[in-house]
């Protein structure tokens, strides 16, 4: 696989939904514009995000950050499908969650350094669980976020 991918460090700051001393310890901010060129095997896409959009990075369980760290190096391909999961943008076919979730395995293996298995233990992890957060997100959470989102897909 030959990839041409090149991702900003994105600079983010814990996110206080209610004053300072109310950080929930996962959600993040966006502080300043950020961008991705994604070029993966299957992905051509670039994504434009504006300061603002909140993350939580990988939606890790506590009990497996020793393993991922959802602020560590898997951010390369967390990042690219959290912007996914909140915008529901479309970048190749019918199936925009399944997308998502195969740029993030890509991204994992070419960009963040994880092994086939660590990748796998991730991607399936995903699919298995990730179809409650895309499925229940509402509206007007979709709308906002795409306020802040541009994507554009090169297929």
């Keep these: 696989m030959t990839t041409k991918t090149h991702i900003e460090k994105p600079k983010l700051e814990p996110f206080f939904s209610n004053g300072w001393k109310n950080w929930n310890g996962r959600d993040w901010i966006l ?3 950020w961008c991705a060129s994604i070029r993966t095997e299957n992905y051509a896409i670039d994504i434009y ?5 909140v993350t939580d990075g990988g939606s890790v369980p506590g009990f497996w950050h020793f393993r991922v760290n ?3 190096p898997g ?3 967390f990042l690219p499908h959290d912007v996914g999961y909140a915008t529901h943008l479309t970048i190749k076919g019918e199936d925009v969650r399944y997308d998502y979730d195969c740029m993030m395995w890509e991204l994992h293996r070419e960009e963040s350094g994880f ?6 233990a991730v991607y399936r992890a995903v699919r298995m669980c990730g179809w409650a957060p895309w499925k229940n997100r509402p509206q007007e959470a979709i709308d ?11 297929h």
């Design 115 to 120: 092994g086939w298995s660590k990748a796998h």
């Design 49 to 53: 995000v504006k300061a603002g959009l």
């Design 70 to 72: 959802p602020m560590g």
């Design 75 to 77: 951010l390369a391909g």
């Design 31 to 33: 502080v300043d514009d």
């Design 144 to 154: 906002r976020a795409n306020e802040y989102v541009t994507v554009i897909s090169h």
